[in-house]
Every structure is written in structure tokens, then in C-alpha cells.
């Protein structure tokens, strides 16, 4: 949702970096990586661990201990640095590097590629090894990360949108057009991989097994009306619960979840009573509500950074502005009753436009500190959205060991920080000067030291 403007980004003194370091990622080394001297957040403790190694072989965390030994590994000397494992993003859509009428009626398909390529990598570069893709073209470029040819995070794909007729994924911005429905024309957002508008119980059903045949992790269901959307107005409400009952059967069947976009009381509770396990954005939602996620151990997935500025920063024009200053009134309830009734916090950003505004994803990290500790931030982009990631069951791309988490048998993704990010988080917001290694799947795409 969030369209800050490249202008406004510079002006608020943030890193608007195109990261010159992007391309540097190493030729792996067929040797393993000791890493020594390091303060280790795990992912999920209140303090920093000291005196332990961690060796890192064949892309895995093979042992976590004290005065490890390896004479094949090379030894990296963190001399204090804070290690942590790789961040992840639980909202992104990777392949959304413009606005979503350039990339779906104006663009050739060759430029969404070539630019999400380019988003993928500086992403990695922030320190962001892991990402739930929540709508999007994606399986492409996951193809190429995960063989070696891009650089870029793990992708937990959800591929096309299912939307109703004028919903939030509806974006043909004609008043009048041939509906495809009626006139056997091809959505060109369906043939570009972005959306499938479905009405109705055997269509939503049809719309989900074939998302599900690309190779999706999840599913993604428009629910509610939007601050962007071409049709729909904020209050509105998608899909009934029968709709909804069906995708999720359909998500179940094949051992993995359907997640929602929804903002509104009723299409919150719709999804709910339907069986979904993670709402997005949600901000209208109830103390009744919130309670009722709660009790159900769904997990709410909201931006902070999104409702911090104003919709001139936001990017918002036109009749995106009124929706946008609603959402943002209601966006402190929502964040203090989430907090207050313990909901599960995703870490997730939802950065859209073009591609310079992608170093706003690390300032939902400061973002968050007006309601969280760096601790719980730290483990919301860590082991909580890992934790939310396993829920995709066998559909998980990355079954080897867990994510989110240092220990003995998970991946080698692993961050050293110029600091100490229990007391200062914005080493994150600033990834450049923050972070002098990364490392994903034993490979190392950033030295600094």
C-alpha cells in the first residue's frame, strides 16, 4: 500500500541510497564461514549471547558453540558486532516496481522483470533474506534467485490476486469496459500474472486450485476495499463468507493457508469465520475482533511506516487522499489494540511504486518503535515471520531447516551489525552503514569488514 514519494524520502534525511555495493556478491566459496567474537541475537531471546562461534557449512548453520574449530573454514573475526539472523518482510510485492497501470496495460513484460530483478537485489542488500510475496508475478524471478543467476531473498510466492468484480484487484480503471466475463476478452492483468477477478463459489474455486498449479506458498485474497484500488471505496466489503470458506478449503486441501487484505470490521470477521491465518492491514478491526484473531492464533499483519507520514509523502492523489487520511485515523486504534491484546506481529512493509522507493522498507523498523521494543521488532522480522512462513505446511519452499532463528540446523542467513540493535534499531534502518555482512545460504553478498 505504501507509495512514499522519492522526494519527499530524500528530504526526511533517510537513506535514499541506490546501494553501489548491489552488485558485488561474491563467488561462493566451496569451503565453510566461522564466525567469531560475536554478539548473537537468535531470533528469539531477550539478550545478546557472548563466547560462542557459529560455523556456517554447505548453506546451513552446522554448529552454535564456544572456541569452534574448522581448519577448511574460512574464520570471520566480528570483533563485537552484533549477529543476527537475516531479516525477512512478510508484505512485499517484489515485482511492483511502477505504478500498477504502467506495469499492466503500458509496460513490456520484459521491464516488470528486469526491474524487479534490479529490486530483488538491492532488497538482499538491506539485509532482507527472506520475503512473502503477497501478489505478483513472482515465480520467475524466485526461479532465477534460488539457481544462482540473481541476486535476491528467498520468495514465498503468492502469484495472481483473487479478487471479486470491482474489487481491490480489479484494475481496469475504465467506468465502461468488456468484461471478460461476457465477451471472451482476456483480462491483461490475468495474462500478466497479476490478478484473477472471480465471482462466486465455483469460480473462487476454480481461481484458487490454478493459483495453487503455478507453485503458489499461499493464497492471497482481496477482502476489503482499498486506499489505491481503482473501484472500491475504503468501507466496502469483498467477497461473502461462503466465497471466502471456499478459497481457504481450497488452500487447505492442498496443506497450506490463505492470508487476506481486508480493513473492514465485517470482512475481517468474514475471513475469520472462513479459516484464513493472517489478516493484512486490518486496521478497522474491533476489540471484538482482535479478540476473536487472537483466540483463532491468526496473525496480524499491518504496516507501521504506511500511516506515519502524509498522503503527500504517501504518494496518494486524487480520491486516494480522503482514504487514505480514513485509514490513517483509525491505523492507532488498530496498532493499540493489536498491542494491547497481544495479537501476533508480523514484521511486513507493502512498498509500492517505482524502485527508489524501496530503502523505505528499512524504516518500518524505526517506525515500529512508537509502539514496540526493538526486541519484539527484531523477532517479528525474525522468528515470528518465520513462524507465520511455516504455515504453507509442505507448499514452504525452504524445507531444509528453519528460518528466522541461529541454531544448529538452520539456514546460513546471517547479518553482522556495526552495533547493538537491542539498544539501536535504526542500525537496520540504515542498512549501508548498519550492516557490514550479509549472508545468505552460507554465501556471503556483503563484506565490510
Known sequence: MLKLNRRAFVAGGAAASVFPNAGRAQ?????????RGAKIFDGTSEELMTGLDVLVRDGMIAEVGEALSDADATVVDADGRTLTPGMSDAHVHIMWNDTIENLIYASPQEYTGAMAAQSAERMLMRGFTTVRDMGGPSFGLKQAIDSGVVPGPRILPSGFFISQTSGHGDFDPRMNYLSPHFTNQIDPAYLRG???VADGVPEVQKAAREILRYGATQIKIMGSGSITGAHDPLDVTEYTQEELS???QAAKN????A???????MAIQNAIKAGVRSIEHGLFASEETMQMMKDADIFFSTQFLSFSVGPEQAGMTGSSVPKYLEAQAGATNGYERSKALGLKMAFGTDILGTIDLGPFQSQEFVARTAYYEPVDILRQATSLNAELFERSGRRHPYLDG?????????YGDLLLLNGNPLEDISLLAEPES??????KGGKIFKDEL
Open 259 to 265: 492470508t487476506i487484505h481486508a480493513y473492514t470490521d
Open 194 to 196: 497479476w490478478t484473477i
Open 434 to 439: 548498519g550492516i557490514s555482512l550479509i549472508m
Open 402 to 410: 528453519p528460518l528466522g532463528v541461529i541454531k544448529e540446523g538452520a
Open 246 to 248: 471456499a478459497i481457504v
Open 27 to 35: 563467488v561462493p566459496s566451496t569451503k565453510g564461514t566461522l564466525i
Open 254 to 257: 492442498w496443506g497450506t493457508y
